[in-house]
């Protein structure tokens, strides 16, 4: 989750995230509905069209990376 919300920092299309958090279609779909439910991630379509849907982080999404890493570096040994 923590991938897909870094390579939405900046907004992505579906492709985009999926190829650059090497995940099936399946499994990012997945995601994207848990992110969406719990409002770390939104998506906006960009242009008018559906095809154009473009996803972002949320401030909340971004708390969420912030406590992430916090807690890989209090695991890390």
């Known amino acids: 989750m923590?991938?897909?919300?870094?390579n939405s920092i900046e907004g992505a299309k579906k492709t985009q995230l999926?190829?650059?958090?090497?995940?099936s279609f399946k499994q990012?779909?997945?995601?994207?509905?848990?992110?969406?439910?719990?409002k770390l991630i939104h998506k906006r379509v960009h242009d008018g069209s559906k095809d154009s849907v473009i996803y972002e982080i949320t401030k909340k999404g971004?708390?969420?990376?912030?406590?992430?890493?916090s807690l890989k570096a209090l695991l890390k040994v």
Not at 2 to 6: E, G, M, T
Not at 18 to 23: A, R, S
């Open 62 to 69: 971004h708390s969420f990376l912030r406590y992430y890493g």
């Open 2 to 6: 923590a991938n897909i919300l870094n």
């Open 28 to 38: 990012l779909e997945a995601y994207l509905n848990v992110l969406t439910e719990k």
């Open 18 to 23: 999926m190829y650059g958090c090497n995940m």
